[in-house]
Nanobody
């Protein structure tokens, strides 16, 4: 399994970015893709999650109403649309994959995920 993130960069507060996570190598059509982020000196935290099969989604409270996760199954790509960005959103963003079942009440726990991308930097600053 390989996950490749792209789309990070520098944006002003209030701006938008869209991250992409291109996935390959899965043997099943049903898996979860989670987005996590890690700011300097902080723990890696779950941001959002989407299930490939039915498109069900989860969000951290800190991003609800601002971030939207979506998928394009034909392209095996998951997107994270980030709007109304704040300086506190600055972090390295990672996508991760969970194969098999996932109790969606704990989607935000990093150890639930089997595979990780290399990360992409998002900086929100004026």
């Amino acid at each position: 399994v390989q996950l490749v993130e792209s789309g990070g960069g520098l944006v002003q507060p209030g701006g938008s970015l869209r991250l992409s996570c291109a996935a390959s190598g899965f043997t099943s059509d049903d898996y979860y893709i989670g987005w996590f982020r890690q700011a300097p000196g902080k723990e890696r935290e779950g941001v959002s999650c989407i299930r490939r099969s039915d498109g069900s989604t989860r969000y951290a409270d800190s991003v609800k109403g601002r971030f939207t996760v979506s998928r394009d199954n034909a392209k095996n790509t998951v997107y994270l649309q980030m709007n109304s960005l704040k300086p506190e959103d600055t972090a390295v963003y990672y996508c991760a994959a969970k194969t098999g079942s996932l109790y969606e009440g704990i989607w935000y726990l990093r150890y639930e995920y089997d595979y990780w991308g290399q990360g992409t930097q998002v900086t929100v600053s004026s």
